[in-house]
């Protein structure tokens, strides 16, 4: 029999294209004649009626029949399927096909009076499609024979992985028959999980379907080693519960679904579903916020837009968003070079030509290199990103995070305004909301600076948010570098929380705001619920195939300077005001006095430069104190932590 399959898969090797249709054409017309044959010999027997005795009336209706047959055929495409891949509407075109074929011959002939009688077209042509469907049916039970021959080869007795697909909806169905039509995965679909009580017990191609109440005796029934989870529209707290649960069984948990990837809605990508491992952006507490929508897109198209801090986490974001727009140009403005090149190169490499981009490399305390920037590009929109944002070091290094961040905005803004952009949009961080640290205090006379500007030609405003995702002195790329370390993984305290949204919905929002901004005004996200750390971490740990505690340690270290438990909620203030987006907020505050700033800016500033020289920064603090009245000692706050409405919300469990 193997030299049999070896041959067979040869010439299904060979047999393509138009020679394929050949083939296929000539076994329908082997049906069509053996069909119509037998049926005149039958009809011998069983009439008397000399019309259905004469051969030739009979030739005649079948040569109208077969010619009309084939070429409906032909024209509707049938034999342009790919039959081993075949679905309902393939076999239904053919069906609709023949039904038309017939009642065009039935007209033909009778026309011409020469047929056999209707009987004959439909008793023909019914058990000649049957057979025809049937050939189908098997060439596709053979190819598949032949596939995993020839992929699997002497693989093909080896023990596949015993796979429940958790959803019995359409996209499990559909990931059912993936795995049957590929046996590379080597995969064995034992069952559906499903939580619909109406469908359980129901079986889809032969597979019965279980209910999810019964995941224990599932997994022993079945002997089950992997849970792939194919369930649209699905929240992601009620993922990262599914997840828990099936990880909780010892088995490997995989997903169906697109790779993890925001892209605009309305850029042409294919998203081919794929089956992959979970990232910590699906298991993410809060369900992702799609912002860039058609007329923000349309707001950006053939502007020149100028990003400071253009190769950093966020600000390289922007960059990307910003390229789909299609602007006029954009300038990415950044002192690090090396990553101004990484994004310069990507977008190069995906734009070509067609995207008109342009790298400076400068520090925005430089006054004179911003001004000569502005002078020779004029952007008309400008998104400040650039700034130091590593709190630890910010506490260590005062002088330099109100030195690159404070007076790093003051320049730009100046700047912006004497070139007359048209909007400018600061990134901040919900760690300016009544900070307990240098550098929450001092994006807090970020959005000060650019508040007093209320009055100028250009439009100022500000975007705060939380933590990002996978930026770059964030905790995911530590714990995975921790982890791929053997541990430990090490977190500050295990009841610290934090709010976080990914990459591309910060810069998104910050697009969307920039888009919808008049002046003066302070955006702000609703980020969801507060996530624990710890639960990050153990998440972390798990999804890298470890078991928290067990394999890899996870070991608290303390609090460092200037952290807090606890980031204050955005939303919760009743100064605030919604926009067109749900999800996007306007911060409402009391204007900010020109002259008072101008005064407490010099103070700081004379503060930094008679202490440049010294590590001694109590004078500096001081002023920061003076500036920033709701800053606080990270103590106070944490002692009183556990009472607050952000730390009751987690541990809540809401």
């Given at each position: 029999m193997k030299w049999i399959e070896r041959l067979l898969i040869n010439i299904s090797k060979r047999v393509h294209g138009r020679a394929r249709i050949a083939v296929l054409i000539l076994v329908d017309f082997a049906i069509f004649a053996l069909i119509d044959s037998i049926y005149y010999l039958a009809s011998q027997h069983l009439y008397s009626d000399p019309m259905h005795s004469s051969f030739e009336l009979y030739l005649n209706g079948s040569v109208i029949l077969l010619l009309c047959t084939f070429a409906t055929r032909i024209i509707t495409r049938i034999y342009r399927n790919v039959w081993r891949f075949p679905n309902t509407g393939a076999y239904l075109k053919l069906i609709l096909s023949d039904a038309v074929a017939t009642l065009i011959a039935i007209i033909i002939s009778e026309v011409i009076g020469k047929y056999a009688g209707i009987w004959h077209f439909v008793t023909v042509i019914s058990l000649s499609l049957l057979l025809t469907l049937i050939s189908r049916f098997i060439y596709r039970i053979l190819y598949k024979k032949l596939y995993k021959t020839e992929n699997m080869g002497e693989e093909t007795d080896r023990k596949l992985t015993n796979v429940a697909i958790v959803g019995a909806g359409q996209l499990g169905v559909y990931l059912a028959k993936e795995i049957s039509n590929d046996y590379t995965l080597g995969y064995k679909v034992c069952c559906f999980i499903d939580i619909d009580n109406e469908k359980t017990g129901g079986y889809i191609s032969g597979i019965k379907i279980e209910n999810s109440g019964e995941m224990q005796k599932i997994v022993s029934r079945y002997s089950i080693e992997k849970f792939i989870i194919a369930i649209d529209k699905i929240s992601n707290q009620a993922l990262t519960n599914l997840y828990n649960r099936c990880n909780s069984f010892g088995c490997d948990v995989k997903i169906f679904d697109a790779p993890f990837r925001k892209e605009n809605e309305y850029e042409k990508t294919n998203t081919k579903k794929v089956i992959r491992d979970f990232t910590i952006e699906d298991l993410l507490f809060r369900d992702q916020v799609k912002l860039l929508e058609k007329d923000v897109i349309d707001y950006y198209s053939g502007k020149t837009v100028m990003i400071t801090g253009g190769g950093g986490s966020i600000g390289s974001e922007i960059c990307r968003q910003i390229a789909k727009c299609n602007p006029k140009r954009?300038?990415?403005?950044?002192?690090?070079?090396?990553?101004?090149?990484?994004?310069?190169?990507?977008?190069?490499?995906?734009?070509?030509?067609?995207?008109?981009?342009?790298?400076?490399?400068?520090?925005?305390?430089?006054?004179?290199?911003?001004?000569?920037?502005?002078?020779?590009?004029?952007?008309?929109?400008?998104?400040?990103?650039?700034?130091?944002?590593?709190?630890?070091?910010?506490?260590?290094?005062?002088?330099?995070?109100?030195?690159?961040?404070?007076?790093?905005?003051?320049?730009?803004?100046?700047?912006?305004?004497?070139?007359?952009?048209?909007?400018?949009?600061?990134?901040?961080?919900?760690?300016?909301?009544?900070?307990?640290?240098?550098?929450?205090?001092?994006?807090?006379?970020?959005?000060?600076?650019?508040?007093?500007?209320?009055?100028?030609?250009?439009?100022?405003?500000?975007?705060?948010?939380?933590?990002?995702?996978?930026?770059?002195?964030?905790?995911?790329?530590?714990?995975?570098?921790?982890?791929?370390?053997?541990?430990?993984?090490?977190?500050?305290?295990?009841?610290?929380?934090?709010?976080?949204?990914?990459?591309?919905?910060?810069?998104?929002?910050?697009?969307?705001?920039?888009?919808?901004?008049?002046?003066?005004?302070?955006?702000?996200?609703?980020?969801?619920?507060?996530?624990?750390?710890?639960?990050?971490?153990?998440?972390?740990?798990?999804?890298?195939?470890?078991?928290?505690?067990?394999?890899?340690?996870?070991?608290?270290?303390?609090?460092?300077?200037?952290?807090?438990?606890?980031?204050?909620?955005?939303?919760?203030?009743?100064?605030?005001?919604?926009?067109?987006?749900?999800?996007?907020?306007?911060?409402?505050?009391?204007?900010?006095?020109?002259?008072?700033?101008?005064?407490?800016?010099?103070?700081?500033?004379?503060?930094?430069?008679?202490?440049?020289?010294?590590?001694?920064?109590?004078?500096?603090?001081?002023?920061?104190?003076?500036?920033?009245?709701?800053?606080?000692?990270?103590?106070?706050?944490?002692?009183?932590?556990?009472?607050?409405?952000?730390?009751?919300?987690?541990?809540?469990?809401?």
């Open positions: 954009i300038i990415i403005f950044d002192i690090y070079e090396n990553n101004a090149y990484d994004i310069q190169q990507e977008l190069t490499l995906k734009y070509n030509d067609k995207l008109d981009l342009r790298v400076e490399i400068g520090s925005v305390r430089d006054y004179d290199r911003l001004s000569a920037v502005f002078d020779y590009y004029r952007p008309e929109i400008v998104f400040h990103a650039a700034a130091h944002k590593h709190v630890p070091l910010m506490e260590h290094c005062v002088c330099e995070a109100i030195k690159n961040n404070v007076l790093g905005t003051y320049n730009t803004v100046n700047v912006a305004e004497k070139y007359e952009v048209e909007k400018f949009i600061m990134i901040s961080t919900d760690k300016a909301v009544n900070p307990t640290n240098v550098m929450g205090a001092s994006k807090r006379i970020c959005e000060m600076i650019v508040r007093s500007h209320s009055d100028s030609r250009t439009c100022f405003s500000a975007v705060r948010f939380g933590n990002v995702l996978g930026s770059n002195g964030s905790v995911i790329p530590l714990f995975r570098r921790q982890i791929e370390a053997g541990g430990p993984v090490t977190i500050t305290d295990k009841r610290i929380i934090r709010y976080f949204m990914t990459i591309p919905e910060a810069s998104q929002l910050v697009l969307t705001a920039g888009s919808m901004a008049k002046s003066d005004e302070l955006f702000v996200l609703d980020m969801g619920n507060p996530v624990k750390i710890y639960d990050l971490c153990v998440n972390m740990i798990r999804l890298m195939g470890y078991e928290p505690d067990k394999d890899i340690e996870i070991r608290e270290i303390g609090l460092r300077p200037g952290e807090k438990l606890y980031e204050e909620l955005l939303v919760q203030s009743k100064n605030l005001s919604k926009t067109d987006n749900d999800r996007i907020f306007i911060e409402h505050e009391a204007p900010v006095d020109t002259v008072a700033m101008a005064e407490n800016l010099n103070k700081l500033f004379l503060a930094v430069e008679n202490n440049k020289n010294t590590l001694d920064m109590s004078e500096i603090y001081d002023t920061i104190r003076s500036v920033v009245p709701t800053f606080r000692s990270p103590d106070y706050v944490n002692k009183n932590a556990l009472d607050s409405m952000e730390m009751k919300l987690v541990n809540s469990g809401i």
